[in-house]
């Protein structure tokens, strides 16, 4: 069995119906029982307080909103070197969702900053990445959008997955390339001294795999979406044609 198969839209529709439920189900057991744990099981920090438990929010979302990108800039990848549909079609459902848990990140960081660093933005280098990779969201959102033939469409946002991956990158490694900037260092990280504390880190570990899996549903739903939408778009054509 080849990967591949799954590019045959009425394929991947019947394989996603059937996972769809188990992974749906999966995502709610693993967020419910994550943000509850983290939420009201686990201690105050002696630094931050109750402020700390943003990052069973914060933490989740901002590493998903980079990932639904790169999943974007994979599938993107992939409609331009083997033109297969269901690819274009899974990275413009995943675009929403992505735009959605950057939204999350971007306000919870600012309520954590807030009364960390005293103020609600500051234009630290991954700030100003994340924001800008939430402009390429909108942007990429809209140019769908915009362009009525769908292969059009998906050559020109392909190619705009591409410049965006570079915000992408560097929401994710601005700590690394610029030491100043308010922004701490990753809270899950090889290196086990950069690590928040265990009690903290498995309840954590929990919410990430319930927004992976949340992720992972959501995007199996849209994609479906887009192939039936796609179908219509093309049949009502078909019916201007004749």
């Not at 059937?18 to 749906?24: E, I, Q, T």
């Not at 929990?206 to 949340?214: D, K, N, P």
């Not at 849209?222 to 796609?230: C, D, S």
């Amino acid at each position: 069995m080849s990967i591949w198969e799954y590019a045959n839209p009425v394929k991947f529709i019947r394989t996603t119906d059937l996972v769809l439920p188990w992974v749906s189900a999966l995502a709610v057991a693993a967020l419910v029982v994550g943000l509850v744990w983290g939420f009201f099981f686990t201690p105050e920090d002696y630094r931050q307080g109750s402020t700390v438990k943003i990052i069973y929010l914060h933490v989740p979302a901002a590493m998903m909103a980079i990932n639904a990108w790169v999943m974007m800039l994979v599938t993107s990848l992939v409609w331009i070197v083997r033109r297969h549909h269901v690819s274009a079609l899974a990275a413009r459902a995943a675009a929403p969702i992505g735009a959605t848990f950057t939204i999350i990140a971007l306000v919870t960081g600012a309520l954590w900053g807030q009364p960390m660093w005293g103020t609600w933005w500051a234009w630290d280098p991954r700030l100003t990445s994340f924001l800008i990779l939430f402009l390429f969201y909108l942007g990429y959102m809209a140019l769908w959008t915009a362009i009525e033939n769908d292969d059009t469409a998906a050559d020109l946002t392909s190619i705009l997955c591409l410049v965006g991956s570079v915000f992408a990158l560097l929401s994710r490694y601005a700590v690394n390339f610029w030491n100043q900037g308010l922004h701490q260092g990753a809270s899950l990280s090889l290196d086990a001294e950069e690590n928040v504390a265990d009690v903290f880190w498995y309840p954590l570990l929990v919410c990430i795999a319930g927004f992976v899996l949340l992720f992972v549903a959501l995007v199996f739903l849209r994609t479906q979406t887009e192939i039936r939408a796609r179908r219509a778009r093309a049949l009502l054509a078909r019916e201007r044609q004749a």
